[in-house]
């Protein structure tokens, strides 16, 4: 059951947003700061690798982050599941109110003589009040509208990825590897009357891949793409207290607690950089993660008691297999030391 009312430690504020800001402007000038104030690491990207093995400033190691402000639209599995239950005879809108800016923070670590790199990423986002309509057409005449909000939820990739490195031309370099993805998903609201949460934290294997073209010293695009699957432990409530026709009722559900939640599918990201120091990059891109998500072990039944003469009654619960997206574009700066 989804509810309206969000849960109030799950909206953005509007203090939080300008923290976010300010924080990612002050990043900036640190970056802008230290690309004028740190040594070169001695890998010139202007010149082929053959160049730079004897240059005496070359070090062992390179260490690098990428800083993305993104705007990116999350389309829950919930939505996709209530376009696919219900009759021919009902019409939705696209899933309004999904679109948030988000910041994402990504480090890497890079042993040039082994051609080795690991990376670290993590992004979340959290939509509180998104919402869909829809139309049930009764007759020709009789049309019921609806304005549908979702359940405030959240998710958050997180990946660690160790890569090969290689180059195939002057102009091209090829990496590949894999790691491990840690997707975490919340759902939460809550009223006087009712409790409702929901919550996975899914790991699993994934294999990576990045292409990186760099025709120029100062321009790149990079392509890259992951292929996941994560699986992971399901926690449910949902409690909820209502009145109809006189009668008072009691609604609880019973779940399996072996349950997993089960995320598997694939996330590709394009983008353009152009350097506009000596270390630093800034990058414009845009990312899709398109994965589909169901549940291992599902045995949800709901438990209805009440005053009237009929009883409590028994219903089991039934799931399918939904697909999950996110996809934005983004703003970006790269730096390498």
């Known amino acids: 059951m989804d509810f309206p009312l969000p849960e109030p430690d799950l909206v953005c504020s509007k203090e939080n947003e300008l923290k976010r800001i300010l924080f990612t402007l002050a990043f900036f000038a640190f970056s802008a700061l230290s690309a004028q104030t740190l040594p070169d690491n001695g890998i010139d990207t202007k010149n082929s690798p053959d160049k730079t093995i004897s240059d005496p400033k070359r070090k062992d190691w390179s260490f690098g982050y990428t800083l993305k402000f993104l705007s990116e639209q999350y389309f829950p599995a919930e939505f996709y599941r209530a376009k696919q239950r219900d009759s021919m005879d009902t019409d939705y809108s696209d899933l309004k109110d999904n679109r948030k800016n988000i910041s994402a923070l990504s480090f890497n670590y890079w042993l040039p003589d082994k051609n080795l790199k690991f990376e670290f990423s993590n992004q979340s986002i959290l939509i509180g009040d998104a919402y869909y309509n829809e139309s049930i057409i009764y007759t020709a005449s009789q049309v019921y509208f609806d304005k549908v909000y979702l359940t405030p939820t959240q998710r958050r990739d997180t990946k660690l990825n160790a890569f090969f490195s290689f180059k195939e031309s002057q102009f091209l370099q090829m990496e590949i590897g894999g790691g491990i993805r840690n997707i975490y998903k919340r759902r939460t609201a809550g009223r006087s009357s009712s409790v409702f949460e929901e919550e996975m934290q899914t790991f699993g294997p994934q294999l990576s891949f990045k292409a990186i073209l760099n025709p120029s010293g100062d321009f790149r695009a990079t392509l890259s793409a992951d292929l996941f699957s994560t699986q992971g432990e399901r926690s449910y409530k949902n409690d909820l207290l209502y009145s109809s026709g006189g009668n008072a009722y009691y609604q609880t559900y019973v779940t399996n607690p072996h349950t997993k939640g089960r995320f598997q599918g694939y996330e590709i990201d394009l983008s353009f950089g152009y350097r506009i120091w000596k270390n630093l990059v800034l990058n414009i891109g845009g990312n899709f993660i398109n994965s589909w998500f169901d549940y291992d072990g599902f045995q949800d039944t709901v438990f209805t008691f ?19 997206t996110l996809k934005g574009f983004y703003l970006g700066l790269s730096a390498q030391f």
């Open 306 to 324: 009440s005053n009237s003469p009929t009883g409590p009654n028994a219903f089991p619960v039934y799931r399918g297999r939904y697909q999950e």
